[in-house]
């Protein structure tokens, strides 16, 4: 899927186990919890021809910092490697990243140029107030998908997102 021109764009549903959703929050939580943003990758496989299926919550070796701009997550090259490396051997692909901000949920510049996941059509998530409220909060989470080199938009609204 990841040699297709459009990558992702041609799909209109994403499914998302309970599973992939609980191990993401229970990490943004536990790093939340001392002040510092979290960052998780999903994997998957298409299901279909129009839908995506998350079949994993991916935790890649990262470093929070904390700067005079903000809170920064950084996973250097090795480890995203490592990642795509495990994902290929299992036939599926990066399709999402997630990430936690300290108070409200929204694509901050350095959200949208230095992206982990770069496939298009592929999501990236931010979850509010470091999880501490998920998944009750889950419709003040900001979902965007990724249209072009550094153009997020918001997931329009014939994009299905479903929890199983």
């Known amino acids: 899927m990841s040699g297709v021109p459009n ?3 041609a799909v209109r549903h994403f499914v998302i186990p ?3 959703l609980h191990m993401t929050i229970d990490f943004l939580r536990e790093v939340g919890a001392s002040g510092a943003e979290g960052f998780v990758l999903w994997g998957g ?16 070796e990262q470093h929070a910092l904390k700067t005079e701009g903000g809170l920064l997550v950084v996973v250097d090259g090795d480890a995203l ?28 510049d350095t959200d949208d140029f230095y992206p982990l996941v770069t496939l298009l059509g592929a999501l ?3 979850v509010p107030d470091f999880a501490r409220h998920a998944p009750r909060d889950l419709k003040v989470w900001a979902w965007y998908r990724l249209e072009g080199y550094g153009r997020w938009a918001p997931i329009p609204k014939d994009i299905r997102i479903t929890f199983e």
Do not use: C, W
Request: glycine share 8%.
């Open 124 to 126: 990236s998530v931010v």
């Open 45 to 60: 496989k298409p299901d279909g021809a129009m839908q995506f299926r998350y079949t994993r919550a991916i935790i890649p």
């Open 81 to 108: 490697f490592k990642v795509n490396k495990d994902l290929y051997k299992q036939g599926e692909t990066l399709g999402a990243q997630v990430h936690s901000h300290p108070t409200s949920a929204y694509h901050s």
């Open 18 to 20: 309970t599973s992939v």
């Open 7 to 9: 990558g992702l764009l």
